[in-house]
């Protein structure tokens, strides 16, 4: 005990106050520091982590597409080279493709005439669209299980013998619908109105689209309403995405 008291008599003043502070613990400096280091990753990498995840929803958005696509591509193959009715109400006698029964009620896809080539409801709606509210669907369901809409000119018609003018790698067949349009699957293009259908904004302000020839991609809202409304050089004179 005498050796350890003059141990502790004969250490500098220094070392005693660093001993001493060791022995405390962290200063309310010290921890207000860390704290910031902290924050400032977590504001830095938290960022990269929703964008990640954006990109991995917009890659099976894309992938849905393709798959849709092929879908319609093996429908057809099964009935002579024609497109499924896309809109019930321009073909009453025939179910649509996406099982809707009425405009602004949800579809029920086991109804629907893709629904023997894509039997799975997975493929119908774009993970960033899940739990959304349809806002002109009946009571804006947050389970409206389709996302995408077919384009209004391929209506039943025999795509293989359509392409005159016009290239199946340039014309649409469907698109990635916003949520507050999207009330059937038919991608009503040419109505200029105020309640026109409009393609999303959800995938870094753009959308994803898939062509007749199946190949699919991301588009930004601005090039998306430049191809809707660009016409043909003359003679033809006439929207890339119009058949006929």
């Known amino acids: 005990m005498r ?11 220094l070392r005693r106050a660093r001993v001493s502070a060791c022995a405390a613990g962290f200063t309310l400096i010290e921890l207000l520091v860390v704290i910031a280091i ?7 990498l938290f960022p990269v982590f929703s964008n990640a995840r954006e990109r991995g929803r917009q890659t099976m958005c894309l992938s849905n597409m393709k798959q849709l696509g092929y879908c319609f591509r093996m429908y ?22 996406a099982g809707v029964p009425r405009v602004f009620e949800k579809p029920v896809f086991e109804m629907g005439s893709l629904w023997p080539y894509a039997k799975d409801r997975k493929l119908y709606q774009c993970p960033t669209d899940k739990n959304k509210p349809a806002v002109r669907c009946t009571n804006k369901p947050r389970d409206y299980g389709l996302s995408y809409s077919v384009n209004e000119a ?12 016009n290239s199946p790698s340039q014309c649409l067949l469907m698109v990635h619908e916003s949520r507050d349009t999207i009330n ?12 026109r259908d409009t393609g999303s904004v ?43």
């Open 202 to 244: 959800v995938h870094y302000d753009g959308t994803t689209i898939c062509y007749c020839d199946m190949h699919a991609k991301r588009i930004s809202y601005t090039e998306l309403e430049k191809e809707r409304t660009t016409l043909i050089a003359p003679p033809v004179n006439k929207p890339a995405w119009a058949l006929f």
């Open 154 to 165: 391929l209506q039943m018609a025999n795509i293989d013998a359509a392409f005159s003018y």
């Open 184 to 195: 059937d699957g038919y991608y009503n293009w040419t109505y200029a109105g105020s309640n």
């Open 38 to 44: 902290i924050a400032i990753l977590a504001a830095i």
């Open 76 to 97: 057809m193959d099964d009935n002579k080279g024609r497109m499924p009715n896309i809109n019930h109400t321009t073909e009453t006698r025939l179910q649509d493709w």
């Open 3 to 13: 050796t350890r008291l003059l141990q502790s008599i004969s250490e500098p003043p």
